[in-house]
């Protein structure tokens, strides 16, 4: 079974509410492309404008992060319900900036994955090793450590839906793209690591990204890998360079 290609914007910290409305009218025609999922994983406070924008598009609404707990005393927190309830299908979780900024680890992407899942919002889970690790020979192993404890206690039939990012550290923002085979290299390990934690039919099914520096010319070799079915693209996606990625071909 072919997988379906997902091509995921994260535009991060950027866009006010307004912008992020001129963005997506300029950004609506250029994504149509009913062949891929289109995703624009937004900040919170542009969740509804962009919803209200992108109307009508095949443009889907994700979200950049999200509490594992139900709701309360969370300050300044985004809970599960509050996501669904204006109808947010995705969110990124354990992406490297929050691993660092903000002290999330595995174990906390762990319990947002099953949070998740719980409210049928399906998590982009990224992992990604450090130049260091690279250097140190250790990728594999850092990398099979973060998918095997993000998706501890998810189940065969909720894996299957998830998409896994791998997005290697030192290649976000700074320009330098992964090669092709690095990427792919990488991106099979992690189906392995999926098939090794559940089987076959499950590795077979969930979607893996590649992100890290992707642009309108990078996209088309890297999206044709075997083990590559998309890509989670940040600064190219605030640009009109977004529309020649979805249509990589
Ligand atoms: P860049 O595409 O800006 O390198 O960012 C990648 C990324 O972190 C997407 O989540």
């Given at each position: 079974m072919a997988r379906r290609k997902i091509v995921a914007g994260n535009w991060k910290m950027n866009m006010t509410p307004s912008e992020a409305v001129k963005l997506v009218e300029t950004l609506k025609p250029l994504v149509a492309?009913?062949?891929?999922?289109?995703?624009?994983?937004?900040p919170a406070i542009d969740i509804i404008p962009v919803m209200e924008a992108a109307?009508?598009?095949?443009?889907?609404?994700?979200?950049?992060?999200?509490?594992?707990?139900?709701?309360?005393?969370?300050?300044?927190?985004?809970?599960?319900a509050m996501l669904t309830d204006v109808?947010?299908?995705?969110?990124?979780?354990?992406?490297?900036?929050?691993r660092e900024y903000f002290a999330e680890t595995s174990e906390t992407v762990n319990k947002k994955m099953l949070k998740a899942f719980e409210h049928g919002i399906t998590p982009i889970m990224c992992c990604g090793e450090s130049l260091e690790q690279r250097e140190q020979g250790i990728t594999m192993d850092?990398?099979?450590q973060q998918v095997k404890v993000g998706f501890l206690n998810v189940t065969a039939d909720q894996a299957k839906t998830a998409v896994i990012a791998y997005?290697?550290?030192?290649?976000?923002?700074?320009?330098?793209?992964?090669?092709?085979?690095?990427?792919?290299e990488v991106c099979a390990e992690i189906r392995?690591?999926?098939?090794?934690?559940?089987?076959?039919?499950?590795?077979?099914?969930?979607?893996?990204?590649?992100?890290?520096?992707?642009?309108?010319?990078?996209?088309?070799?890297?999206?044709?890998?075997?083990?590559?079915?998309?890509g989670l693209v940040g600064g190219a996606s605030l640009k009109e360079e977004f529309g020649k990625i979805v249509n990589y071909k």
């Open positions: 492309n009913e062949e891929v999922d289109v995703v624009f994983c937004v109307k009508g598009s095949n443009i889907q609404v994700g979200a950049e992060n999200m509490y594992f707990e139900e709701k309360g005393a969370y300050t300044g927190e985004i809970s599960p109808g947010v299908k995705y969110v990124v979780l354990g992406h490297s900036e929050r850092w990398i099979r997005e290697p550290i030192w290649a976000i923002g700074t320009g330098k793209t992964a090669t092709t085979e690095q990427a792919q392995k690591c999926i098939a090794e934690i559940y089987d076959d039919a499950t590795a077979a099914e969930i979607r893996i990204q590649y992100g890290g520096s992707v642009n309108a010319k990078t996209a088309p070799d890297l999206f044709a890998q075997a083990d590559i079915d998309g």
